[in-house]
């Protein structure tokens, strides 16, 4: 069986980026490849995730020195990478695979000279692609500095390994423009809602309520605090709306809410939770919420919440941006918002809770549906398979993995 080697920050049990790689694991260990995932490990040793049946673990070696010492040796690596490179070399030597996948690795230097390592040892390259963040969205330097290089790596430096999976349209387009090898390859799930259980589940609901959830983080890319206010209005005289807040602290809520109870307008905030606790949430929610600004990064990623809670038969509530939103149809799968204004959040709302539940139970199969259409990974397996075995893709070949 040939082998992958998956490079990337992809061992902290419960992100984003480990579930990810996870699905991606199984998908071509399925199509027939043996997969190793590289990582750093993780700062808390309950953090890391175990192994598999379709993907094996290795860890990096810590870098040297401990506070301020490592701190900067860390930032420093983002840059130079030497200490990444060497690892990476290491797990080459040790697991001798004969695809290495770089999954948003940040450093310019590393990819350059992972790029001539594997021309020179024939061994066949990919880059895997999911966002691509503005810089203005990043405060501190160094991590403004990091997705600066992300931006040039491309701009101007993936091409020149040019075998590219991309997450989304925005970035297939972008990658096949510039001549690449580059197929479009969107989350995969495997665990599907049961759509009796849905009927029961649905049945059993305060049907004079309406139960939104959000799973995530309130940095640079979701926002929050219109639907909070939104439903602060709303459930001013009476709770017509439950929002459960699974990530953002408790303070964080409570500062955007301008409340310090925010359960007396039906908002529960949970803080971070494990991976598998998050979901018993968000399946017992009717939509889950987000709101994103119409920038670049909106437009290429692919939210793995979404894909989860979709996949729940959890519709969305989703700016419209031409991103994640792209999989939604208005009214059918989803609801689709103009703009992340108060009032324009709060009119959505109203005519959430006034939608008969037969309408709701509707939607939410819908979903599901749609999710089983574009999220399970038979339509890419055949397209799939022969990139990995290296044959080319010009834009135009019908074996595209496109909607």
Not at 10 to 27: L, P
Not at 255 to 266: D, I, K, N, W
Not at 368 to 389: D, I, M, P, R
């Amino acid at each position: 069986m040939k082998k992958i080697l998956y490079v990337g920050q992809i061992a902290i049990e419960g992100s984003a980026s480990c579930t990810h790689v996870r699905n991606r694991a199984r998908f071509f260990n399925n199509i027939g490849y043996e997969v190793y995932g590289l990582s750093e490990s993780p700062k808390n040793e309950c953090d890391k995730v175990e192994d598999t049946d379709f993907l094996k673990y290795v860890y990096m070696k810590p870098l040297h020195g401990k506070g301020k010492v490592r701190g900067a040796g860390w930032i420093a690596d983002q840059f130079l990478g030497i200490h990444t490179y060497n690892e990476i070399i290491r797990a080459l030597k040790l697991i001798s695979p004969d695809i290495i996948i770089l999954y948003e690795l940040n450093s310019i230097v590393v990819e350059e000279r992972i790029r001539a390592y594997c021309e020179k040892h024939n061994i066949r390259l990919i880059i895997e692609v999911t966002e691509w963040m503005e810089v203005e969205n990043r405060k501190e330097i160094a991590t403004r500095g990091i997705v600066w290089q992300k931006d040039i790596q491309k701009r101007y430096i993936d091409k020149r390994c040019g075998n590219i999976i991309a997450i989304s349209e925005f970035l297939y387009e972008h990658y096949r423009n510039q001549g690449c090898n580059v197929i479009r390859l969107p989350p995969l799930v495997y665990d599907f809602a049961d759509k009796d259980q849905v009927f029961r589940d649905r049945d059993v609901v305060e049907l004079h309520q309406v139960r939104l959830v959000f799973a995530g983080t309130t940095d640079f890319k979701d926002y929050l605090e219109p639907i909070l206010k939104a439903i602060r209005k709303m459930n001013d005289a009476e709770i017509k709306i439950i929002f459960d807040v699974v990530g953002p602290s408790p303070d964080a809520i409570e500062s955007m809410l301008e409340c310090s109870s925010p359960t007396q307008y039906g908002i529960n905030c949970y803080g971070r939770l494990s991976h598998e606790n998050t979901l018993s949430i968000v399946r017992k929610a009717d939509f889950s919420v987000l709101m994103r600004e119409n920038k670049r990064y909106a437009k290429a990623g692919v939210s793995t919440k979404f894909v989860e809670a979709m996949s729940l038969a959890v519709p969305s509530i989703c700016t419209a941006v031409g991103g994640t939103d792209a999989f939604v149809t208005d009214g059918v799968d989803g609801v689709l918002i103009k703009d992340n204004s108060v009032h324009e959040v709060l009119d959505k709302l109203v005519q959430i809770v006034n939608m008969d539940s037969s309408k709701i139970l509707q939607m939410k199969l819908n979903a599901l549906n749609t999710a089983k259409q574009v999220f399970s990974e038979g339509q890419y397996y055949n397209v799939a398979k022969c990139f990995l075995e290296g044959e080319e893709f010009d834009g135009q070949n019908k074996g595209e993995a496109k909607l």
